[in-house]
């Protein structure tokens, strides 16, 4: 069956600090993933998403994440944190032909001004 | 656009009553999905439709129902509302091509409190 673990619950980093969050999956065949941002009262937004092609992918308000295979892996990274990054972020995994989502726990980003 | 949109953005219902909350979309999308928002749980897939006239159970689709009617409105009741389906629930839309990378649109959300 599909899974997906954030294993962080919550993050706090210092505004202008690196940021990398982990996303873990467990799926057979080459799995879609993405990554949304959720900020506070809000609806779901998609920051990007693999479907195929270059592992690194590059997505909106300056994030990036890589797909690495082996390790099972699509984490989110950003070189350089803004305050209004604070939120909390999903990674999502869709199996090939089901349009249907499997939803990490998420991880809350909490940035230090 | 207005993209998708939920109606209400509140409700407080008493154990026992019943509602129905709505989703519209208008992108043309095929696919239309319902999903509550717990703390520590993520996203859970109530009930999801391919489309018009067609719906599908989730994840967790006890305790309520759906309809698709119409392709662009998908409604999500609750025939007798319980404490545990307090949540906060997304409505979702996709569209079926290649192209769109299974990509899914959100709407905003409904707070719901059964008391």
């Known amino acids: 069956a599909q899974s997906v673990t954030q294993p962080d619950i919550h993050i706090t980093v210092s505004e202008g600090a690196s940021l990398e969050l982990r996303c873990n999956y467990s799926y057979g065949a080459t799995p879609y993933l993405f990554w949304y941002v959720q900020s506070p009262g809000q609806g779901l937004q998609l920051l990007l998403k693999y479907f195929s092609g270059d592992t690194l992918v590059q997505g909106i308000k300056g994030f990036e994440a890589e797909f690495k295979r082996s390790q099972s892996s699509f984490n989110l990274r950003k070189p350089s944190v803004h305050w209004s990054d604070a939120a909390e972020y999903f990674c999502a995994v869709a199996a090939s032909g089901t349009y249907k989502y499997i939803f990490g726990t998420g991880t809350r980003l909490k940035v230090l001004a | ?115």
């Open chain 2, 1 to 115: 656009n207005a993209g998708v949109t939920q109606t209400p953005k509140f409700r407080v219902l008493k154990t026992g009553q019943s509602m129905t909350l709505l989703c519209a979309q208008d992108m043309n999308h095929e696919y239309m999905y319902w999903y509550r928002q717990d703390p520590g749980m993520g996203l859970r897939l109530i009930h999801y439709s391919v489309g018009e006239g067609t719906t599908a159970k989730g994840e967790v689709p006890d305790g309520y129902n759906v309809s698709r009617l119409k392709k662009q409105n998908f409604l999500l009741g609750l025939e007798s509302a319980a404490p545990s389906q307090t949540s906060v629930y997304f409505c979702a839309s996709a569209r079926t091509s290649v192209s769109s990378s299974y990509e899914q649109y959100f709407g905003p959300g409904t707070r719901l409190t059964v008391t």
